[in-house]
C-alpha cells in the first residue's frame, strides 16, 4: 500500500492556539470555516511569524480524519501577501 497523497489546501486563519505551558509546544491553526474547515497542527512549535487569524495561508501536506474532523500535521506553508497596510 502506498503513501497517502499530498494535498495543498488554501483558505484564511480563522482562529490560532499555541499549546499550554504544561503541554509540549504546539501550534494549531483553523483553516477556512464550516464543513470545509481543517485543522492544520505544528507539533514543537508555539508560534510561527506570520501566522494569525485573518491571514491568508497556503500548506501542503498530508490529510487525517480524527473525530470527524480534518487534520494536517506540520505542513509546509505560504503566507499569501499581508492585505494589510504595514
Known amino acids: 500500500m502506498g503513501r497517502p497523497p499530498r494535498v495543498r489546501v488554501s483558505g484564511t486563519v480563522r482562529r490560532l492556539r499555541a499549546g499550554g505551558?504544561?503541554?509540549p509546544p504546539m501550534l494549531r491553526a483553523e483553516l477556512g470555516g464550516g464543513t470545509?474547515?481543517?485543522?492544520?497542527?505544528?507539533?514543537?512549535?508555539?508560534?510561527?511569524?506570520?501566522?494569525?487569524?485573518?491571514?491568508?495561508?497556503?500548506?501542503?501536506?498530508?490529510?487525517?480524519?480524527?473525530?470527524?474532523?480534518?487534520?494536517?500535521?506540520?505542513?509546509?506553508?505560504?503566507?499569501a501577501a499581508d492585505p494589510r497596510p504595514a
Open 36 to 79: 470545509d474547515a481543517i485543522t492544520v497542527i505544528w507539533l514543537g512549535r508555539n508560534h510561527i511569524a506570520g501566522i494569525e487569524p485573518g491571514r491568508a495561508l497556503a500548506v501542503e501536506g498530508t490529510l487525517s480524519q480524527q473525530r470527524g474532523r480534518t487534520i494536517m500535521y506540520n505542513p509546509r506553508y505560504d503566507l
Open 21 to 23: 505551558p504544561a503541554g
